[in-house]
């Protein structure tokens, strides 16, 4: 599983170019569904706008699903343009709306791309990010003399303790980053003389 920067939080900025409006929206997006949502809901906020181009690239890297609308404004002018600056962006799970308020003076071809490539590239530079890390969710059953050192391991391996249950043996069940539980798995093996391994109980994309 790769580890990449996704959006941190939904961002705007808007631009103004001979009197048009150009309100850029950027935002996360885990699936196809919430791309469409998340543009459904720019188009909601804004319904008198001239167009609601738009933008997304849900995945990251070979495996990435996109999408764009030119929206109405002439074929090839806007949605490609922003597709291509988000393609360029080292970014994952992102949709891009560009609201134009047409301002009565039309662009031109060459116009209406500077105008959305730049909209886009301004937006995403605004853009805080943050890294979106699969995590997995293990369950340990250990014996009480072993209970310490296994906080300390678990602490090693960034993994957050989630509950646990205190019978005959100690249960401990865990999230930690998937890339971690390799060598948890290793460790606890060392430290049990093969007597204990984690049980793999869920994995989340981050």
Known sequence: ???????????RI???VVNSRF????????????AKAFIQS????????????YA??????????????DDGEPSGTSGPPMLAVLRGADIGDTVIVVTRYF?????GTGGLVRAYSGATKEVLAALPVELKIPRSTVGISIAYTYYERLKLLLAEHQAEIEHEDFAADVTVYAILPTTEVESLTQALINLTAGQVTPILLDETPG
């Open 23 to 34: 309100i850029a929206t950027v935002g996360r997006a885990n699936t196809v569904a919430d």
């Open 56 to 69: 997304f690239k849900v995945g990251y890297g070979g495996s990435v699903i996109e999408g764009m609308s």
């Open 42 to 53: 720019v188009r909601d906020e804004m319904p008198d706008a001239t167009h609601h181009v």
């Open 1 to 11: 599983m790769t580890v990449y920067a996704v959006p941190a939080q939904t961002t």
């Open 14 to 16: 808007e631009t103004v």
């Open 103 to 107: 301002g009565g003076t039309k662009l």
